[in-house]
């Protein structure tokens, strides 16, 4: 696992379900500090950065020493490396698709001229010199809807001229619903699951609250944006739902499980079995059905380290 700092409920997934299936799993958590609350149910390796440029070096010792099997990102910043190791080294499961596709999604301006390609509908993009207010701004590299900036007026607008290259400027919807669906797709290309649920409550970028729910429309769409998109294994899929028009637009992918994503294993799509299973190369079928109005709420509970080791 990169980056899974505080996934502690999908890590307890994954040792739950290898158990079912009798596999022996042992899980590592590749972080910065060793002061992180995954510690509960991982081994903790404190290693480079996602853009040392000794990483890979370091991560290929780590493997071949630990006999890694899978690798899984959990933050942005990992999924290059996790796809990058992958091609150069092999021997390994990753649940990703190629990384020339994944790459292009960190790119907010540049994702957006993507799925215009593929026609998928999205929110007008606009330029500094053709647009329409209320505009959003969003860091072209941002991400947990951090630097963010609504504007309203020519004046606004003006103080991110100078800088504007480094933002996605589009067009505003202030009544509207922000819709997830948690997917997995096979290796070999086989849409397994699409969950659709809608965010509730969202603490520091990250969803607080969830419910899942029925939407033939938005599945459709996602099942579309996959296929034309050609992405592989776990992929995340932001929609927005402007409650004005009735409009379901594409904002943004992310190619990897999103932290809300255990509301939809609750659900049904058993993603922990999915991964397992392809990594062993076993077949897996595509979901029939999930519970709909499902709802999880998240809740604080700590861990306790004495000089860096964990209190159990």
Known sequence: MHGGAKR??????????????DIDLHLYSWELQPVVPIAEVAEIVVGRRCDDPLLLEDLHSFTIDKGINIMIPFIDPAISVVAKYRDAYGGIFAPLGELSGVEGM????????????????IPATYTIAEHKFPIIAKPRFGSASQGIIIINSEDELSQIAPVAQQYLLQEYIPHREEITVDCYVSQSGTII??????????????VS???????????????????????????????????????????????????GVVCSIHAGANIPHYILAEALNQPISPLPAYLTNLEITRYQQEITFHNGILIK
């Open 8 to 21: 502690v409920s999908i890590a307890k997934m994954f040792l739950a379900e290898a158990q079912k299936m």
């Open 106 to 121: 960190f790119d907010k301006a540049r994702a957006a001229q993507i799925f215009q390609d593929a026609e998928l509908p």
């Open 193 to 206: 699951a699409t969950v659709p649920r809608r965010r509730i409550a969202v603490i520091g970028g990250e």
């Open 209 to 259: 609250r969830t419910i899942t729910i029925d939407s033939p429309e938005i599945i459709s769409l996602s099942r579309q944006t996959l296929s034309s998109l050609n992405l592989r294994g776990a992929v995340t899929i932001q929609f927005i739902h402007d409650t004005d028009s009735g409009r379901i637009l594409l904002m943004e992918i992310n190619p990897r499980l999103g932290g």
